[in-house]
């Protein structure tokens, strides 16, 4: 087994490893890496929209981890693999190495890891070693990765454009604090007065870019173009109502009934980008959260609802809509720190 280069990956850290692609240690090659994901995780979810997004599909294959069980409350033995590819729809055999459980590929790389064995995970065939764990910096660096092999309509998606990058890079520590991770922190909190903080800038941002995506028109969160702000704001509002809105009893609102703007934003990017629609698979989403996390839902009930699950029909013009908002005070008030961009 090739060992990892050290500036990748430190194992005192127990910090995953942070690769790049094209680099020296891993070039440009199609077929050579091969992705770890699973349907139900956001986070896993941003790669593989990007992987559909720039026609990826044929340059890197994939191995999917059931929704569940997960294992104890530590996390042990984690996600693991169907026994073949039949078992449960959407979810595949580990393609690679034929383990059962994805800890032992992380083993493979490092047998002293000491991190969580999370998704999305991607591996170098060729060295025998992982090149990244860390999705948001897969979501930085992975859509123009193989641009050199692309032809120039998929070579000049840029979903992190020089004359955009001031505004994403204002937008992108709220949005991930206080949506992305903020339903987690709303969901997992284990006291009332845990929740009651941490729900809340869940709705204030949720506020913010109601009145942003309107500020700019649409259909994209900063107007005409498609960023990495899109990938990472679809990969949780896409399970917002089905499942973050009595799972995690982020309830002050719903998207599709109190941010119509928002709304018709998730409808354009569902059923307008291909890639989205691709990588969504509400079965996978459903039943991760509701069947492994026994704390929260311990009868494993899996609701049949929302239905549908994204309403059709995105109206083009998004200045015929009114923009929406959850008015609770507190909302409000965190709302109004947020700052404009």
Excluded at 116 to 139: F, H, I, M, Q
Excluded at 276 to 281: L, Q
Aim: hydrophobic share 35%.
């Amino acid at each position: 087994m090739t060992a990892h280069p050290v500036a990748i990956h430190d194992p005192a850290t127990a910090d995953g490893w942070h690769g790049l692609i094209p680099g020296e240690e891993f070039p440009a090659e199609k077929g050579r890496y091969h992705l770890y994901i699973g349907l139900f995780c956001p986070f896993a979810h941003r790669a593989n929209f990007v992987r559909h997004l720039k026609g990826l599909t044929e340059f890197i294959d994939i191995s999917i981890v059931k929704p569940y069980p997960k294992g104890d409350a530590n996390g042990w033995p984690g996600w693991r693999f169907p026994e073949s590819d039949d078992e449960y729809p959407g979810a595949t055999v580990d393609h690679l190495f034929g383990e059962n459980y994805l800890h032992k590929v992380y083993f493979r790389a490092d047998p002293e890891y000491k991190g969580r064995y999370s998704v999305p995970l991607l591996w170098d065939k060729k060295t025998g070693t992982a090149v990244c764990n860390e999705s948001a910096e897969l979501l930085r660096w992975l859509p123009s990765a193989f641009n050199e092999l692309l032809p120039p309509s998929l070579a000049s998606i840029d979903l992190y454009p020089p004359h955009l990058r001031e505004k994403i890079d204002a937008i992108t520590p709220w949005v991930q604090s206080d949506v992305n991770a903020g339903v987690y922190k709303a969901g997992f909190a284990s006291n009332q007065e845990d929740y009651d903080k941490n729900v809340v800038p869940v709705f204030g941002a949720l506020n913010k870019l109601e009145r942003l995506v309107a500020q700019h028109g649409g259909p994209f969160v900063l107007g005409q173009e498609m960023t990495e702000l899109d990938i990472r704001l679809y990969a949780t509002l896409i399970r917002f109502d089905t499942v973050y809105v009595q799972h995690f009893k982020c309830n002050l609102g719903t998207v599709r009934h109190d941010y119509p703007i928002l709304n018709n934003w998730l409808k354009h990017m569902y059923w307008n980008v291909p890639a989205a629609r691709e990588s969504t698979n509400f079965k996978h989403i459903k039943e991760n959260y509701t069947k492994s996390h026994y704390d929260i839902n311990p009868k494993a009930i899996t609701p049949m609802g929302p239905f549908p699950d994204v309403e059709e029909h995105p109206e083009p013009d998004f200045g015929k809509l009114a923009v929406g908002g959850v008015n609770h005070p507190a909302v409000l008030e965190y709302e109004a720190m947020i700052p404009d961009v």
